[in-house]
Each structure stands twice: as structure tokens, then as C-alpha cells.
């Protein structure tokens, strides 16, 4: 009997062992399987830190965008008022049929149509890129088949949209002229006729 309590007494202490090993590897393993989960929790975390951090950069470069487009236009808006002031000052020293023309070339001048802005910054944008090109004395002959062209220096966003708003508005204003002309030659020609 004593020989049986002696068996069960020591079995006991071996089970004690056998379960604080289970346990301890119990242990391990979570904590290896929270070891993993926290890395790659890092890890995403430091891709969202990234992300975050390129939005900003985009954000500042929108705002930088938009505050110099915001100055060009008021920029562009107070010339065209001082233009028109100019052009109200003298208007009343022309000829009746002098001044005709002119407030018809004002009207047109004022009517802008979005077609007519796709295609002045399309060719304002092919200027620049031949400039460029020529800038760089690039051959204008066409490339290879499976050749990529150069690429051209980086011109800054907001510096580009300037430039093309202030591009913009001095094609608009000599197409006009040209418009003005050929219609002053028109009427002249009309009133030779008359006469």
C-alpha cells in the first residue's frame, strides 16, 4: 500500500511536469503567434505612415497649385479690368464706325468657349514640348520600334499651369487681334465698295 501511495506520489509530480511543459510551450507559441502579428501590424503600420505621409506631399503641391492659380487669376482679372478701362477711355475718341468695330471685337473677345480653350492649351502644350525638344537639340525623326523617347526635364506643376494660364491669355488676345484686323480689313473693304 505504501509501495501504491509511493507510485502515485511520484507519477503525480511527473504529470505537474508534463503540464507546466505544456504549458510553457503553450506560451511559446502564442507568443511567437503574437510576436508575428504584432510585426505585421508594424509593417502595415509603417506602409499606412508612408501613405499618410505621400498624401501631405500631394496635399501641399494641390495647395501650392491652387494658391498660385488663385493669384493668376485675380492677377488676370485686374488686367482685364484695367484693359477694359483703357479700352472705355478711348472708345468715345473714335469714329462712330471705328467704335462699332471695336465694341463688336470687345464682344467677341469676351465670348470664350471651351473648345476654343482645348485647343489653345494643345497648342500651347506642343510649343512647349518643341521647345524643349529643340532645347535638348533632340532628333525630331521618329524612334524605333520598342525605343522610348527621353524624357523631358520636370517642369513644376504649378509653375507649368501658370505659365499655360499666361500663355493661354496672350494667344486668346492676338487671336482676337487677328480677328479685329480681318474684320477691320473686311468693313474697310465694304466701305471702299460704298463709296
Known amino acids: 500500500m505504501q509501495e501504491l501511495s509511493l507510485m502515485g506520489?511520484?507519477?503525480?509530480?511527473?504529470?505537474?511536469?508534463f503540464t507546466t511543459s505544456d504549458s510553457c510551450d503553450r506560451i511559446k507559441d502564442e507568443f511567437q503567434l503574437l510576436q508575428a502579428q504584432y510585426?505585421?501590424?508594424?509593417?502595415?503600420?509603417?506602409?499606412?505612415?508612408?501613405?499618410?505621409?505621400?498624401?501631405?506631399?500631394?496635399y501641399v503641391m494641390y495647395?501650392?497649385?491652387?494658391?498660385?492659380?488663385?493669384?493668376?487669376m485675380h492677377k488676370?482679372?485686374?488686367?482685364v479690368k484695367r484693359l477694359n478701362g483703357i479700352?472705355?477711355?478711348?472708345?468715345?475718341?473714335?469714329?462712330?464706325e471705328h467704335q462699332q468695330q471695336v465694341l463688336g471685337a470687345i464682344e467677341r473677345a469676351k465670348q470664350v468657349t471651351a473648345p476654343e480653350l482645348n485647343s489653345?492649351?494643345?497648342?500651347q502644350l506642343q510649343a512647349h514640348q518643341l521647345s524643349q525638344l529643340q532645347a535638348l537639340a533632340l532628333p525630331l525623326t521618329?524612334?524605333?520600334v520598342g525605343l522610348q523617347p527621353p524624357s523631358l526635364p520636370a517642369v513644376s506643376a504649378g509653375t507649368g499651369l501658370l505659365s499655360l494660364s499666361a500663355l493661354g491669355s496672350q494667344a486668346h488676345l492676338s487671336k482676337e487681334d487677328k480677328n479685329g484686323h480681318d474684320g477691320?480689313?473686311?468693313?474697310?473693304?465694304?466701305?471702299?465698295?460704298?463709296d
Do not use: F, W
Open 87 to 96: 479700352c472705355a477711355q478711348v472708345l468715345p475718341y473714335l469714329s462712330q
Open 63 to 72: 495647395y501650392e497649385m491652387s494658391y498660385g492659380l488663385n493669384i493668376e
Open 184 to 194: 477691320d480689313t473686311h468693313q474697310e473693304d465694304d466701305g471702299e465698295k460704298s
Open 76 to 79: 488676370q482679372a485686374e488686367i
Open 120 to 123: 489653345i492649351i494643345r497648342q
Open 39 to 58: 510585426h505585421s501590424l508594424k509593417l502595415e503600420c509603417d506602409k499606412l505612415a508612408s501613405e499618410k505621409s505621400e498624401m501631405q506631399r500631394h
Open 142 to 144: 521618329p524612334l524605333p
Open 9 to 17: 506520489s511520484s507519477h503525480l509530480p511527473q504529470q505537474l511536469k
